[in-house]
Protein backbone atom coordinates (compact mmCIF):
# COMPACT_ATOMS: atom_id res chain seq x y z
CA UNK A 1 0.00 0.00 0.00
CA UNK A 2 2.74 2.36 1.01
CA UNK A 3 4.17 1.71 -2.36
CA UNK A 4 1.25 2.58 -4.53
CA UNK A 5 0.80 5.83 -2.66
CA UNK A 6 4.38 6.67 -3.23
CA UNK A 7 3.48 5.94 -6.79
CA UNK A 8 0.60 7.72 -6.94
CA UNK A 9 2.46 11.15 -5.64
CA UNK A 10 5.47 10.34 -7.99
CA UNK A 11 2.69 10.45 -10.53
CA UNK A 12 1.26 13.08 -9.60
CA UNK A 13 3.85 15.56 -9.00
CA UNK A 14 5.60 14.37 -12.81
CA UNK A 15 2.05 15.60 -14.58
CA UNK A 16 2.36 19.05 -12.15
CA UNK A 17 6.12 19.58 -12.98
CA UNK A 18 5.27 18.90 -16.87
CA UNK A 19 2.61 21.69 -16.59
CA UNK A 20 4.98 24.34 -14.62
CA UNK A 21 7.76 23.77 -17.12
CA UNK A 22 5.46 23.88 -19.95
CA UNK A 23 3.88 27.45 -18.64
CA UNK A 24 6.99 28.45 -17.72
CA UNK A 25 8.56 28.41 -21.03
CA UNK A 26 5.83 30.03 -22.40
CA UNK A 27 6.01 32.91 -19.68
CA UNK A 28 9.90 33.23 -20.45
CA UNK A 29 9.32 33.44 -24.26
CA UNK A 30 7.00 35.67 -24.17
CA UNK A 31 9.15 37.75 -21.38
CA UNK A 32 11.45 38.23 -23.89
CA UNK A 33 9.06 39.40 -26.28
CA UNK A 34 8.13 42.23 -24.03
CA UNK A 35 4.44 40.55 -24.52
CA UNK A 36 2.16 41.26 -21.24
CA UNK A 37 0.56 37.62 -20.96
CA UNK A 38 3.76 36.63 -19.46
CA UNK A 39 2.35 37.46 -16.67
CA UNK A 40 -0.83 34.81 -16.72
CA UNK A 41 1.81 31.73 -17.15
CA UNK A 42 4.55 32.96 -14.87
CA UNK A 43 1.04 32.97 -12.36
CA UNK A 44 0.35 29.46 -13.51
CA UNK A 45 3.47 28.19 -13.02
CA UNK A 46 4.56 29.65 -9.93
CA UNK A 47 1.02 28.22 -8.28
CA UNK A 48 2.15 25.08 -9.15
CA UNK A 49 5.96 25.08 -8.34
CA UNK A 50 5.13 26.13 -4.65
CA UNK A 51 3.91 23.37 -3.80
CA UNK A 52 7.13 21.29 -5.57
CA UNK A 53 9.67 23.30 -4.29
CA UNK A 54 7.71 23.23 -0.82
CA UNK A 55 7.96 18.76 -1.31
CA UNK A 56 11.27 19.11 -2.31
CA UNK A 57 12.19 21.34 1.31
CA UNK A 58 13.39 24.12 -1.12
CA UNK A 59 12.01 26.55 1.67
CA UNK A 60 13.37 29.82 -0.34
CA UNK A 61 12.45 28.31 -3.49
CA UNK A 62 8.92 28.44 -1.48
CA UNK A 63 8.92 31.86 -0.75
CA UNK A 64 10.29 32.90 -4.18
CA UNK A 65 7.73 31.23 -5.87
CA UNK A 66 5.08 33.20 -3.76
CA UNK A 67 7.09 36.83 -5.06
CA UNK A 68 6.40 35.65 -8.11
CA UNK A 69 2.76 34.83 -7.99
CA UNK A 70 2.38 38.33 -6.38
CA UNK A 71 4.82 40.17 -9.36
CA UNK A 72 2.63 38.18 -11.91
CA UNK A 73 -0.18 40.47 -10.95
CA UNK A 74 1.78 43.58 -10.23
CA UNK A 75 3.43 42.80 -13.83
CA UNK A 76 0.28 42.48 -15.13
CA UNK A 77 -1.03 46.07 -14.07
CA UNK A 78 2.58 47.50 -14.82
CA UNK A 79 2.39 46.77 -18.33
CA UNK A 80 -0.80 46.98 -18.94
CA UNK A 81 -0.02 51.21 -18.58
CA UNK A 82 2.03 51.06 -21.67
CA UNK A 83 1.41 49.76 -25.26
CA UNK A 84 3.53 46.85 -26.04
CA UNK A 85 4.78 48.03 -29.19
CA UNK A 86 6.43 50.96 -27.60
CA UNK A 87 7.50 49.62 -24.03
CA UNK A 88 10.12 51.32 -22.64
CA UNK A 89 13.22 49.64 -21.68
CA UNK A 90 15.77 51.19 -19.20
CA UNK A 91 19.33 50.91 -18.37
CA UNK A 92 19.84 50.47 -14.37
CA UNK A 93 22.78 53.33 -13.13
CA UNK A 94 26.08 51.55 -12.37
CA UNK A 95 26.12 52.27 -8.96
CA UNK A 96 22.85 51.34 -8.31
CA UNK A 97 23.27 47.91 -9.89
CA UNK A 98 26.06 47.58 -7.39
CA UNK A 99 24.27 48.36 -4.43
CA UNK A 100 21.20 46.12 -5.47
CA UNK A 101 23.68 43.21 -6.42
CA UNK A 102 25.74 43.84 -3.21
CA UNK A 103 23.00 43.70 -0.92
CA UNK A 104 21.45 40.38 -2.23
CA UNK A 105 24.89 38.95 -1.45
CA UNK A 106 24.81 39.81 2.24
CA UNK A 107 21.27 39.02 2.36
CA UNK A 108 21.90 35.80 0.84
CA UNK A 109 24.63 34.33 2.89
CA UNK A 110 22.99 36.04 6.20
CA UNK A 111 19.37 33.96 5.83
CA UNK A 112 21.28 30.46 4.61
CA UNK A 113 22.82 30.94 7.51
CA UNK A 114 20.22 31.60 9.52
CA UNK A 115 17.36 28.60 7.74
CA UNK A 116 20.93 25.90 7.72
CA UNK A 117 20.73 26.38 11.28
CA UNK A 118 16.78 26.21 12.26
CA UNK A 119 15.60 23.78 9.47
CA UNK A 120 16.12 20.53 7.28
CA UNK A 121 16.77 23.42 4.44
CA UNK A 122 18.29 21.93 1.28
CA UNK A 123 21.50 23.43 -0.23
CA UNK A 124 20.62 26.30 1.90
CA UNK A 125 23.55 28.41 0.53
CA UNK A 126 22.56 28.50 -3.31
CA UNK A 127 19.03 28.11 -2.96
CA UNK A 128 19.05 31.80 -1.28
CA UNK A 129 21.67 32.77 -3.84
CA UNK A 130 19.01 31.78 -6.39
CA UNK A 131 16.46 33.14 -4.33
CA UNK A 132 17.26 36.93 -3.50
CA UNK A 133 19.01 37.55 -6.85
CA UNK A 134 15.52 36.45 -8.07
CA UNK A 135 13.83 38.74 -6.01
CA UNK A 136 15.59 41.37 -7.67
CA UNK A 137 15.66 40.46 -11.28
CA UNK A 138 12.19 40.06 -10.98
CA UNK A 139 11.39 43.21 -9.93
CA UNK A 140 13.87 44.35 -12.70
CA UNK A 141 11.90 42.88 -15.31
CA UNK A 142 8.70 44.53 -14.24
CA UNK A 143 10.06 47.97 -14.31
CA UNK A 144 11.79 46.93 -17.54
CA UNK A 145 15.16 47.22 -16.53
CA UNK A 146 17.57 45.31 -19.21
CA UNK A 147 19.98 44.32 -16.74
CA UNK A 148 17.59 41.64 -15.49
CA UNK A 149 18.70 39.12 -18.37
CA UNK A 150 22.36 39.20 -17.35
CA UNK A 151 21.18 38.16 -13.71
CA UNK A 152 18.76 35.62 -15.20
CA UNK A 153 21.09 33.91 -16.87
CA UNK A 154 23.87 33.35 -14.35
CA UNK A 155 20.54 32.52 -11.62
CA UNK A 156 19.24 30.02 -13.72
CA UNK A 157 22.37 28.00 -14.62
CA UNK A 158 22.94 27.89 -10.89
CA UNK A 159 19.13 26.98 -10.31
CA UNK A 160 19.50 24.30 -13.28
CA UNK A 161 22.48 22.35 -11.04
CA UNK A 162 20.17 22.34 -7.94
CA UNK A 163 16.93 20.84 -9.50
CA UNK A 164 19.58 18.34 -11.36
CA UNK A 165 20.89 17.59 -8.17
CA UNK A 166 17.71 16.82 -6.60
CA UNK A 167 16.70 15.02 -9.42
CA UNK A 168 13.87 16.69 -10.82
CA UNK A 169 15.28 16.80 -14.35
CA UNK A 170 12.33 18.39 -16.19
CA UNK A 171 13.08 21.21 -14.26
CA UNK A 172 16.60 21.17 -14.20
CA UNK A 173 16.08 21.43 -18.33
CA UNK A 174 13.79 24.40 -18.03
CA UNK A 175 16.21 25.93 -16.06
CA UNK A 176 18.93 25.56 -18.62
CA UNK A 177 16.53 26.27 -21.18
CA UNK A 178 15.99 29.51 -19.22
CA UNK A 179 19.52 30.80 -19.08
CA UNK A 180 19.31 30.21 -23.45
CA UNK A 181 16.00 32.34 -23.46
CA UNK A 182 17.43 34.93 -21.09
CA UNK A 183 20.22 35.33 -23.66
CA UNK A 184 18.17 36.51 -26.25
CA UNK A 185 15.88 37.83 -23.80
CA UNK A 186 18.82 40.56 -23.80
CA UNK A 187 19.48 40.71 -27.38
CA UNK A 188 15.61 41.72 -27.89
CA UNK A 189 15.12 44.16 -25.37
CA UNK A 190 18.83 45.76 -26.10
CA UNK A 191 16.86 46.35 -29.85
CA UNK A 192 14.15 47.84 -28.38
CA UNK A 193 16.88 50.26 -26.15
CA UNK A 194 18.63 51.43 -29.08
CA UNK A 195 14.87 52.96 -30.68
CA UNK A 196 14.01 54.45 -27.92
Request: proline share 1%; net charge positive.
Amino acid sequence: IASSILIAILEVNSFLEIIAVATALIYIFLAAKSNRWCFLFGLISSAIYIYITFELAYYFDVLINTYYVGMSFYGWIEWGKTNQSTISIKQMSKKLLIILLSTCLILSISMAFVISQFSNASLPYLDAITTFYSLLATWMVVKKYIENWVIWIAIDFIAAGMYFYKELYLTGLLFLVYSIIAIFGYRNWKKQLSYD
